[in-house]
């Protein structure tokens, strides 16, 4: 008699008050995927009851990204090991192992024609490390930053760019390939717009901004600041249009990026484990995940109301 698995019921993410947590999202706009112990979780964004769980890692993984293809996801753990593994094959065949940084990685990000990757975190020697995706080969250093750095993102249009943002309250902008260090600014969660046109930081101090592109010249400041808490962290809306942020005061907010202004609020609750460490924005789906683990979908036309909550 064979066994075959039929159902699995995911964990939800394993979330520490104070640590932002890192969502990724499947290019495709079918997948989410998070981490929680030695596992990383991927589920279906439509019906989250369908998942799947690579559990290869030894010790525990902090993050997963898709690469931009799609076929690939790239984890890394608190090891400073990066697995970079098939998305297509039950089996989630391992295609490459590397180990960019000697401790924990925080996020990954791939360049947008799948063959780089830039990883960082709290390494003992350096806190990130750029290199190539099928070989490992180095093409630049993450350097210049004098804390463990804890958010990353590749500017998905040429030339190519990479931000970087630390516990030291700064930003690190990259020009290459080979990438080199160009300047600093103050901050704590990175990411840029899907065209590459702009990047949003947002910090511990409540504050998100809005910077350029290709020159990382400062665009101006969402709202004064934008929440009475830590903001943890920012999705952007395919289209470029519009910024999800993620606070520990409990609320996400929608912000218009051409009036510079906030379009809706959503209130998450009054306990502390309704602090938002989280956010993804996946096609038509707005995702936050909350210190309790819960993972709300938002819904735009009822701010009040979450559509559904995976508990």
Known sequence: MSYSNKYIFATLPRTQRGQPIVLGGDPKGKNFLYTNGNSV?????????????YTEHSCAVNVAKYSPSGFYIASGDISGKVRIWDTVNKEHILKNEFHPIGGPIKDIAWSPDNQRMVVVGEGRERFGHVFMSETGTSVGEISGQSKPINSCDFKPSRPFRIITGSEDNTIAVFEGPPFKFKMTKFV?????????????????DGKV???????????????????????????WKPDG???????????????????????????????????????????????????????????????????????
């Open 41 to 53: 979780i991927i589920r279906n964004i439509e019906n989250p009851a369908i998942s799947d769980i």
């Open 188 to 204: 704590q969660a990175v990411r840029y717009s899907p065209s590459g046109s702009h990047f949003a930081s947002a910090g511990f």
């Open 241 to 311: 249009t519009q910024l999800l942020t993620a606070s520990g005061d409990k609320t996400c907010k929608l912000w218009d990026i051409e009036t510079k202004s906030a379009v809706s609020e959503f209130l998450m609750g009054n306990q502390v484990e309704d602090q938002q460490v989280s956010c993804l924005w996946q096609g038509d789906y707005l995702l936050t995940v909350s210190l309790s683990g819960f993972i709300s979908y938002l819904d735009v036309n009822n701010p009040s109301t979450p559509i559904r909550v995976i508990k």
């Open 209 to 235: 901004f809005l910077y350029d592109g290709a020159s990382a010249d400062l665009v101006s400041e969402l709202g004064n600041p934008a929440h009475k808490g830590g903001v943890y962290a920012v999705a």
